[in-house]
């Protein structure tokens, strides 16, 4: 990924369980073929019906990074693949307490070979191997030490130590690795703190040489009645949770999804998101 | 103007304490206030309670209220039924709680923040209006969520900045994620821990919570320099 000056969606799929959107990386036309018409939508078959050539991807983990690469391909489109990465103070130390002082980044794989993927591979591998407490875990200094320059780094709106930082009792001092930043900048999401979580973004940037600020818009779904279908997802994976009851704190959004992405881009809904809504 | 004469113990400015029961604890959606109850404050004394009852749709309300939340709450239908319009309980509410006044009155809560909000939001949202996120400086330097000051009373975090700022804010929600096992923050404890003498047979009146929050946010903000 390289800055853009329009607003970039940012896909997840439903490798990171909780954490992810509700896309699969089925390659297109699989669903039709199977007679499916209920269940997650292929990121494949998404980007055929709405004509993406460029389609970003942020997961914690590549579990869908090949099927999306060889599926996007036969769609049409080209795959941007972003590793988000939970980064912390010191890697070897493995306690409560260091669990304060996480954040994540974007790792995006900007190379024309395969440099970038063996280097963004490599820093899964060590925080997946050494690093892991809970999930995998690099610190500052692997993170710099391993980094390659086909690389570009990023850091995502809502959990980043800017985040942390201004709302949590965290105090992360970053080392980042040399080379530009792009910081991302959510629109249009509603949630209650965007305001001011935008407001610290913009401040940093400012004062940032290496900063340029992305807008993205992340999406998790198609459309926003499937906000629903998130947080029951999420309720799931939480044994004691229920729809009466979710345990999923601050979920209050319907936005991330790609019917609010289009509405913000000026282009209606989709004659396939009508048909979502009317299936619904 | 003498140090600290700026803290909210010395603030003669008004407070709207507010408590709602809803169909359940969902943020998202499905979800609708039955119950809104708030009262008019200056410096810990209530000056006027309001109290009411919604009278949404029955057909729908109902079939959707939770069992978890009926039992709770001791839920009784008629309530719904004869309930006041929904349009006129939040005209009245919003007459008074002014969201797009920075000048406005304190608005207070155990979990205003981070629930009742939410569940104002989807109220507002169900009748058409617009939406209350993302939170307005208006709005969000006037929040004042007492569950949250207790648990920065107990844990001894301090505010960096004084109520009505930005700062403040953001500091309610570092409080909002320290939450830790083993302390308690709830009306009662804080009660407990403040000496307010609690009657018993009262507790599940929204009205009476609504006049312990009240006495529980003075006796911490006499304790706590914010």
């Known amino acids: 990924m390289t800055h853009n000056a329009d607003i970039v969606p940012l896909f997840s799929t439903g490798a990171a369980l909780k954490d992810g959107g509700l896309f699969v990386a089925e390659k297109p036309g699989a669903a039709k073929k199977a007679g499916r018409k209920h269940g997650p939508l292929s990121l494949c078959d998404l980007a055929k019906t709405e004509g993406l050539k460029q389609v970003h991807v942020v997961d914690d983990r590549f579990a869908n990074f090949y099927a999306l690469t060889k599926g996007l391909k036969e769609a049409g489109a ?9 980064v912390c103070d010191d890697m070897a130390v493995k306690d409560e307490a260091s669990l304060k002082n996480e954040s994540k980044v974007v790792v995006w794989m900007n190379g024309d070979g395969s440099a970038d993927y063996e280097a963004a591979i490599n820093l899964y591998s060590l925080a997946a191997t050494e690093g892991f407490y809970y999930v995998p875990r690099i610190d500052w200094k692997t993170l710099r030490a391993h980094w390659h320059s086909d690389l570009v780094m990023s850091l995502p709106f809502y959990s980043s130590f800017l985040a942390r930082n201004l709302m949590s009792f965290a105090s992360i001092v970053p080392d980042l690795p040399p080379g530009p930043l792009l910081v991302l900048q959510e629109v ?19 004062a940032t040489p290496s900063a340029t600020l992305q807008r993205v818009k992340s999406v998790y779904y198609t459309t926003r009645q499937q906000a629903r279908t998130q947080l029951t997802w999420a309720s799931i994976l939480d044994r004691g949770a229920s729809w009466d009851k979710p345990r999923v704190d601050g979920f209050t959004s319907r936005e991330f999804s790609w019917e609010s992405y289009r509405e913000l881009m000026g282009l209606g809904m989709a004659g396939n998101l009508s048909e979502q809504k009317e299936a619904a | 103007m003498s140090i600290g004469s700026d803290l909210l113990r010395f603030s003669n400015r008004p407070i709207l304490c507010a408590d709602a029961e809803t169909q359940r604890v969902n943020q998202l959606e499905d979800n609708l206030i039955f119950q809104w109850s708030f009262a008019e404050a200056v410096r810990g004394q209530i000056t006027r309670m309001h109290d009411h009852y919604l009278g949404w749709d029955k057909g729908r309300f109902l079939p959707r209220m939770s069992a978890g939340a009926a039992q709770v709450t001791r839920f009784n239908p008629q309530w719904i039924i004869n309930g006041e319009d929904p349009e006129h309980v939040l005209d009245v509410w919003e007459s008074h709680a002014r969201p797009d006044d920075p000048d406005g009155p304190i608005l207070l809560g155990h ?51 004084r109520f009505g700022t930005d700062e403040f804010y953001a500091w309610q929600l570092k409080v909002a994620k320290a939450h830790r096992k083993g302390v308690k923050t709830n009306l009662a404890q804080m009660c407990k821990d403040l000496e307010i003498p609690v009657d018993s047979t009262r507790t599940h009146e929204a009205t009476y919570d609504i006049w312990l929050n009240v006495a529980v946010y003075w006796g911490l903000v006499n304790k706590m320099e914010i």
Do not use: C
């Open chain 1, 188 to 206: 249009d999401q509603r949630m209650p703190y965007d305001e001011i979580l935008t407001e610290a973004v913009e401040r940093y940037v400012a």
């Open chain 2, 111 to 161: 979990n205003f923040l981070s629930f009742d909000t939410s569940l104002w939001r989807l109220w507002r949202l169900e009748l058409g209006r617009s939406d209350l996120f993302p939170l307005s400086p208006a709005l969000r330097r006037r929040i004042l969520d007492t569950h949250l000051l207790a648990r920065a009373w107990k844990e001894g975090f301090k505010a960096p900045a």
């Open chain 1, 78 to 86: 080209t795959l941007h693949f972003g590793l988000k990465l939970t």
